[in-house]
């Protein structure tokens, strides 16, 4: 019996022992670990940081157009006939009025020659039937169908010298005459395509902006733009633009016009950069600063060394950085990096970032 109760002794012994241990070893770990979280807390977050600054910013958007001749018109001709002459040169330079197509038009002397023939009659017919008028012999009613057939001839007359005038296709404005599609003494007609004449100095450049951006953009404003295989930058004014928006694409067509000296050719694919408004003493900041939050937006800035949150308002943003309109002021320290693990009152030690300009 002395035996049981001996080993009874030693296993209770062995129970406490380990429960002992089991409860010193928790204490130790609860007391490490809570060094460590005091530790942590007192160690600053190391985080890149920027002073703010105003600039000069200019609110620009990129936008495609093309370039369009100044004036261009296909040259056709009024009346069908035979071609008697061909003026100009295919690529040749021409002045506004001068002749370019001769038609044939015999047919039509001959006629002026009868017309001017039967008009010389019936004048001296009239002036005779006036005399007789005025010698009471003749009535008021016979001298008045002679006055009409007079006038009737003479309108004769001057239809035909119009429609002679048909028979020249003169130039309607000074340009450049494009390739010829005709030669001497083909048949032509009123649907025939002789040839394009245009007129690319200046030109023109229509593009679309979107309908958020139409009320931006007013006339006299500057653009520049590039064209394809050539790195030159262009500069154009806006002329005009249209009085609506377009339904079906919902963007505002806008025109401009360049100098062109030649290298621009009406056709071409054009980059257009257009500045849409000028502000002076912005505060801009990086966009990756910036924590999306349910009422705007949001960024952390450092205040004696601790992150502090402040909401901010701003309605334009470029590809890198947004446009501050409320919330910031010259001087502040923004926090523009580690953001996601940083909270209110955070210990931060921010490294100055130097300024881009």
């Given amino acids: 019996m002395k035996l049981k109760h001996i080993i009874y002794i030693i296993i209770a012994l062995l129970l406490c022992y380990l429960v002992y241990n089991r409860i010193t070893k928790s204490s130790s770990s609860k007391g490490a670990e809570g060094k460590g979280v005091k530790s942590g807390a007192d160690q600053a977050i190391s985080v890149k940081g920027m002073i703010v600054k105003t600039q000069t910013f200019t609110n620009d958007i990129a936008v495609s157009g093309s370039i369009d001749a100044n004036e261009q018109v296909q040259i056709r001709s009024e009346v069908s006939g035979l071609v008697r002459k061909i003026n100009f040169s295919e690529g040749s330079n021409v002045s506004k009025g001068s002749l370019l197509i001769k038609i044939d038009d015999s047919e039509l002397q001959a006629q002026l020659v009868q017309a001017l023939t039967k008009e010389k009659l ?5 002036n005779r039937a006036q005399k007789l008028l005025k010698a009471e012999a003749i009535s008021q009613e016979e001298y008045d ?3 009409a057939e007079f006038k009737s001839l003479k309108a004769q007359s001057q239809l035909i010298r119009a429609q002679l005038a048909r ?5 309607p404005f000074s340009g450049k005459i494009g390739l010829r599609n005709i030669s001497d003494g083909a048949y032509i007609t009123p649907t025939t395509e ?3 004449l245009v007129s690319i100095n200046p030109i023109k450049i229509t593009f679309s902006v979107p309908e958020k951006y139409a009320q931006r953009v007013q006339v006299g404003a500057a653009i520049t733009f590039t064209v394809a295989g050539n790195s030159k930058k262009y500069t154009a004014k806006v002329y005009a633009k249209e009085p609506g928006i377009s339904v079906d694409t919902r963007s505002l067509v806008i025109r401009a016009k360049a100098d062109n000296n030649g290298d621009l050719l009406p ?6 950069n257009l500045p849409l408004e000028e502000i002076k003493d912005a505060i801009l900041i990086p966009s990756e600063a910036v924590i999306p939050i349910l009422k705007g937006k949001q ?3 450092s205040k004696d060394g601790k992150a502090k949150t402040i909401v901010v308002n701003s309605d334009i943003r470029t590809d890198q950085d947004i446009l501050v309109t409320d919330g910031l002021s010259v ?3 923004v926090i523009i990096s580690g953001i996601m693990a940083l909270k209110e009152g955070a210990k931060v030690k921010v490294n100055i970032l130097k300024s881009k300009n």
Avoid at 122 to 126: Q, V
Avoid at 167 to 171: L, S
């Fill in 299 to 301: 960024i952390y800035l």
């Fill in 267 to 272: 056709g071409t694919f054009a980059n257009i």
């Fill in 167 to 171: 028979t020249e296709i003169r130039a």
């Fill in 331 to 333: 001087g502040d320290t």
């Fill in 122 to 126: 019936a004048s001296e017919t009239e």
């Fill in 194 to 196: 002789i040839t394009n």
């Fill in 145 to 147: 169908a002679t006055l």
